[in-house]
């Protein structure tokens, strides 16, 4: 079974974290199918920031959502939608 959980990043004390599509049997920093946001605790205010479409597709294809991170979606329903695609670059012929 899939499931979205967070996958644990940064160096000692300062820990970050990636919402990650993953195999719930894998570890817990294991490799990941994709990766559809990022949560960084330490920020003032704490930074979340999600890829809802993907994260919607996924649930329609059977991923489930750990409790913790159904409790961070939940708790900042305003977070901040990362796009799929990148920025345009800008025109350097100005």
Do not use: C
Not at 16 to 39: C, M, N, P, Q, T
């Amino acid at each position: 079974m899939l499931t979205i959980r967070l996958r644990r990043q940064g160096a000692k004390k300062s820990p970050f974290y990636r919402l990650v599509v993953i195999d719930s049997r894998s570890a817990r920093d294991g490799r990941a199918i994709e990766v559809v946001g990022h949560y960084d605790p330490t920020a003032q205010p704490e930074a979340l920031t999600v890829k809802r479409d993907r994260i919607d597709h996924w649930m329609a294809r059977g991923a489930q959502m750990s409790d913790t991170v159904r409790t961070l979606i939940a708790r900042n329903p305003g977070a901040a939608v990362a796009s799929e695609e990148p920025a345009p670059a800008e025109s350097a012929a100005s």
